[in-house]
């Protein structure tokens, strides 16, 4: 393997700090990622925030799936925003690969939909399903969310993993459910305390009225820290 051949093996997007501007010197979008493992609401989380948040802000979103464009197809038959500010991203690989390791398609897709649809206050960028391990470069995302949920075990903030450890935010999902899968709330809470510090934790249902409010004011909070920097 000849890696000083750069035609060979062309420059990667990765682990750099992505630039805050867009090519005319304009402000880009506040970029932020959600990720978490199969099935815990990572979609269903991007739905509600982008209908709670449509009518005050310039949104966009970007999907990720392994092969296929189910997520990015359920968000347009939402309607939960026009179908020119929904990116779909074919990773073919292992997911964390295109949020972390190599972020060109994800990066190209994100920088795509900005030339295209103008100036944008917010860009969410949904990984495909993943482990405890998922992680998004920062040449990708300003901040990232990481979303699991109770019926998959009231152990997994206590198990930790960069994605609950290290994220910005941990939305713990589903709450409505702990009554019926015998989790413990008040236990998920004192482990993501003892995994986390004073990293925020949100648990939410998204099933109730409004249940999208803790996370959906985290990132207005996110957008007016970006935008006055």
């Known amino acids: ?132 391990t998922a992680t998004f470069s920062t040449g990708l995302v300003d901040a990232q969310v990481f979303v699991i949920d109770v019926a998959a075990g009231d152990d997994i903030p206590r198990k930790g993993g960069p994605g609950v450890t290290t994220a910005d935010l941990l939305v713990i999902n589903k709450t409505d459910l702990a009554p019926y899968v015998g989790s413990d709330l008040a236990g998920m809470a004192r482990d993501a305390k003892a995994q986390r510090g004073e990293l925020p934790v949100a648990f939410v249902s998204l099933r109730a009225d409004d249940g999208i409010r803790p996370v959906a004011d985290w990132v207005l909070v996110q957008l007016t820290a970006w935008s006055g920097a």
């Open 1 to 132: 393997m000849h890696l000083d051949h750069p035609e060979t093996y062309p420059e990667r997007y990765s682990y750099r700090a992505a630039t805050p501007h867009r090519p005319d010197g304009t402000r880009r979008a506040l970029r932020i990622g959600l990720g978490g493992p199969v099935g815990s609401g990572k979609t269903a989380t991007v739905a509600a925030l982008c209908r709670d948040l449509r009518e005050k802000l310039s949104i966009a979103v970007v999907t990720n799936d392994i092969y296929t464009r189910e997520d990015a197809d359920f968000l347009l038959r939402e309607a939960v925003l026009p179908a020119d500010r929904i990116a779909a991203v074919e990773t073919g690989a292992c997911p964390h690969t295109a949020i972390r390791d190599d972020i060109s398609a994800n990066l190209e897709a994100v920088e795509e939909l900005e030339e295209r649809t103008g100036p944008l206050d917010l860009i969410l960028v949904e990984s495909g399903g993943d482990n405890l």
